[in-house]
């Protein structure tokens, strides 16, 4: 059974930078896609930012120029860092990835941005 765990996320103060790790158990292949989405209550979930199997990576406008995101294929492991945080990051961020048509998610883990 394929799991996705993250960890990483916490309070920070704004301005400050963290780095969220997601670890994947369980898989005998390669996603195709990983990313991370983020959620607010009562807004739908968005796509923060991706890397493609060959490294290709796309981010969200919001987050574009402070972000990076990369992965470890032969651990199936994701990285997304973030600088100067601000309180509009503030936010429940999942790990996501895909093989072929079939999506994975992580539970969660909680970033606040606050002083």
């Known amino acids: 059974q394929v799991q996705l765990v993250e960890s990483g996320g916490g309070l920070v103060q704004p301005g400050g930078s963290l780095t969220l790790s997601c670890a994947a158990s369980g898989i005998i292949f390669t996603f195709d896609v990983m990313a991370w989405y983020r959620q607010v209550p009562g807004k739908q979930r968005e796509l923060v930012a991706e890397?493609?199997?060959?490294?290709?990576?796309n981010y969200a406008d919001s987050v574009k120029g402070r972000s990076t995101m990369s992965r470890d294929n032969a651990k199936g492991t994701s990285y997304l860092q973030i600088h100067n945080l601000k309180p509009e990051d503030t936010a429940v961020y999942y790990c996501?990835?895909?093989?072929?048509?079939?999506?994975?998610w992580g539970q969660g883990t909680q970033v606040t941005v606050s002083s």
């Open positions: 890397v493609t199997r060959g490294g290709t990576t």
């Open positions: 996501n990835a895909y093989y072929g048509s079939v999506a994975y």
